[in-house]
């Protein structure tokens, strides 16, 4: 067994998934043209679970997440959210493809906010069209997500007169509007410098404090090892590991993790 050294803190004490299944992947193969991006892949995880996605770029990461929430329907395979199940290839109702967006909530690398929308149209907007709240009850909704992530402040401004920080965190109280049973995050702090990423983290980990259910394709290691349950390591479209936080971070057993692992650690 190999061991792995990094300047991080021990993990603090998380939360305690429950039993009950969240979410199944059965098989997943992703294809782009004579591509094939993702291989039979399958997976698991429980309600409450934080799982943490690591591996090197372009091997298949955000490509998964978008297979979950069907923004990249899979070309084989079945997704499964609780007692909601898709299978590739077979015709996909829009009820059923409107009830896995109100369970699956996505935040993205870019924020994708409307810039002719104040930042609490855009917290809103979704609101009305997709749960049917009118708007005062969807403003009112709106006003207790962004003081959650702290930018109640921001309300009546433009997102373009906002930080990149304060945009994601806006973007992240979009998404939880929708009252998602799983959040999913890809890379949310990549496009931002560290001080800003960390602003955006501190949200996130008060969400994993809370029992959000959450995947989170990331680069951040201290994020990884310290909120997650799990951590999943993918490598040419495949996961090559996976298991509890401290243990694959500090103890990975597959050689291609431990390169990978040795080369991150060694960045920082």
Same mark, same amino acid.
């Given at each position: 067994m190999?061991s792995?050294?990094?300047? $991080?803190?021990?993990? +603090?004490?998380?939360r $305690?998934? $429950?039993?009950? #299944?969240?979410?199944?992947?059965?098989?997943?193969?992703?294809?782009?043209?004579?591509?094939a991006v993702?291989?039979?892949?399958?997976?698991?995880?429980?309600?409450?679970?934080v799982?943490?996605?690591?591996? #090197?770029?372009?091997?298949?990461?955000s +490509?998964l997440?978008?297979?979950?929430?069907?923004?990249?329907p899979p $070309?084989?395979?079945?997704?499964?959210?609780?007692?909601l199940?898709?299978?590739?290839g077979?015709?996909?109702p829009r009820?059923?493809?409107l009830?896995?967006?109100?369970?699956?909530?996505?935040?993205f690398?870019s924020?994708?906010?409307?810039?002719?929308?104040t930042?609490?149209g855009?917290v809103?907007l979704?609101?009305?069209? +997709?749960?049917?709240?009118?708007?005062?009850?969807?403003?009112?909704?709106?006003?207790?997500?962004?003081?959650r992530?702290?930018l109640?402040?921001?309300a009546?401004?433009?997102? +373009?007169?906002?930080s990149?920080?304060q945009?994601?965190r806006?973007?992240i109280?979009r998404?939880l509007?929708l009252?998602p049973?799983?959040?999913?995050f890809?890379e949310?702090t990549?496009?931002?410098?560290?001080?800003?990423?960390?602003?955006?983290?501190?949200v996130?980990?008060?969400?994993?404090?809370d029992?959000?259910?959450?995947?989170?394709?990331?680069h951040?290691?201290?994020f990884?090892?310290?909120v997650?349950d799990?951590v999943?390591?993918m490598?040419d479209?495949r996961?090559?590991?996976?298991?509890?936080?401290?243990k694959v971070?500090?103890?990975?057993?597959n050689e291609r993790?431990?390169?990978?692992?040795?080369a991150v650690?060694?960045?920082t």
């Amino acid at each position: 067994m190999n061991s792995l050294t990094a300047n $991080t803190a021990l993990p +603090t004490p998380g939360r $305690t998934p $429950t039993a009950e #299944p969240l979410l199944r992947l059965e098989s997943i193969h992703k294809d782009f043209g004579p591509y094939a991006v993702l291989h039979d892949l399958s997976f698991e995880m429980s309600k409450g679970e934080v799982v943490a996605i690591i591996g #090197p770029s372009g091997s298949g990461k955000s +490509t998964l997440l978008r297979c979950i929430n069907q923004l990249e329907p899979p $070309t084989r395979g079945r997704v499964s959210i609780g007692d909601l199940s898709i299978e590739a290839g077979r015709p996909l109702p829009r009820s059923a493809l409107l009830k896995l967006r109100r369970r699956v909530g996505m935040v993205f690398q870019s924020f994708n906010l409307f810039p002719h929308l104040t930042v609490l149209g855009n917290v809103s907007l979704a609101q009305v069209r +997709t749960l049917g709240r009118s708007p005062k009850e969807a403003d009112a909704r709106s006003l207790q997500l962004l003081e959650r992530v702290g930018l109640a402040d921001k309300a009546g401004q433009y997102p +373009t007169r906002c930080s990149g920080g304060q945009q994601q965190r806006i973007a992240i109280a979009r998404a939880l509007a929708l009252e998602p049973e799983l959040m999913l995050f890809d890379e949310p702090t990549s496009a931002l410098d560290p001080e800003l990423g960390l602003e955006v983290l501190a949200v996130m980990k008060e969400l994993a404090r809370d029992g959000m259910s959450m995947i989170v394709v990331t680069h951040e290691m201290h994020f990884a090892e310290t909120v997650s349950d799990r951590v999943v390591v993918m490598a040419d479209g495949r996961i090559i590991e996976q298991g509890p936080s401290l243990k694959v971070m500090r103890e990975p057993e597959n050689e291609r993790v431990i390169r990978f692992l040795r080369a991150v650690w060694n960045r920082t």
